[in-house]
């Protein structure tokens, strides 16, 4: 069996381009991973994934975990066979999940107790059972436990967070090391770095989280809710403590502009559930800006989505109709802009790719953003 390697294969400035190889097959960075929450892409099928370029999706383990349970996706072969999606996978701690949930009953140094949101029974996740559940559903990459501080947050509970990410990481490393010597499935373990905006816990984190030599390293806990200017300034700050040779991941991110900045710092990994959630409620992504296809002023137009695209979708369909059917409340509106934003985020990451290899992923990120911010109220004209 295959098991996990990065390799860095080409630089510009602090941008980077990389080669993940993982037992379900090789992903080139920087990435952006699609969020099939349930195991599934909400609207797209695998074969929609694949012709839009996705070469890795993400699934949560807290939602896999209560439905259909991590047992039977192990019973049935793992989550690529389940879910037919026969390329690289990772997995999310659920953690994030847990962390916000309302019925979130207690949380200390042990783990977290919490109601599903099903039907309102109750579950405990801690650092050994959140490891033996992601090798369960078999993914590529699987997250370590972590605590995501809430923004804003208050100094302690950052660093309470902090403290706690480390120790979780710690038992969670020793678990899978455990299970991994009696049967090993190539599969790579993260770790998070938290620390929420303040500078000291963001050092006292990464130098911690790194000290325990993962293949790979996450960002987490921004994207919360701090100003782009935090979220940068914090990113470039934790970047400084990251090592070169291993994959970095920022999570929950997000918008093109924003993995445009971050990939100017080293990032290599992005998820975020924005291009998808966002298509099924009306709004696309352009390379003129966002779209709100539902407004009024898309009812005549027999333009595409977006005219500088070549998805099948931009090849067919006109705003006048993909208006038509989202007000129809007919499910093809949602299939048909879902699959645009996918093929764009994808579009978007080979940009960025071919880019970097040519040296001018700066003149690269300037024209995007050029035309992408002139059109931002394109659905406004």
Known sequence: MTGFSF?????????????????????????????????????????????????IILGNTYHLYLRP??????????LAKFNSWNKPTLTDSGGFQVFSLQDLLK?????ATFKSHHDGSRHQFDAEKVIEIERDIGADIIMSFDQCAPYPSAYDLA????????????????HFNRLENVHPTGTALFGIVQGSVYPDLRKLSAEQITSLDFPGYAVGGLAVGESKEEMEKTLAYTMDFLP?????YLMGVGYPEDILMAVSYGIDMFDCVLPTRNARTG???????????????????????DPNCDCKVCRRYSRAYLRHLYNQHEITAMVLATYHSTYFFQNLMRGIRAAIKAG???????GFLARYSQGENVADR
């Open 283 to 305: 709004m696309v992504f352009t390379s003129e800006g966002p779209l709100v296809f539902r407004n009024a002023d898309c009812a005549q137009s027999d333009l595409p989505l």
């Open 69 to 78: 349970g991590n047992a039977l996706i192990r019973e049935l072969g793992g």
């Open 107 to 111: 949380i200390d140094d042990d783990g």
């Open 360 to 366: 001018r992923f700066a003149d690269f990120r300037a």
């Open 244 to 248: 070169s040779g291993k994959p970095r």
């Open 7 to 55: 390799t860095r294969n080409g630089t510009d400035g602090s941008a980077r381009l990389g080669t993940i190889t993982t037992p379900h097959g090789i992903v080139h960075t920087p990435t952006f991973m699609p969020v099939g929450t349930s195991g599934a892409v909400k609207a797209l099928t695998s074969d929609d994934l694949e012709e839009c370029g996705a070469e």
């Open 159 to 174: 660093a309470t967070a902090v403290r706690r990410t480390y120790d979780w990481a710690q038992r969670g490393l020793a």
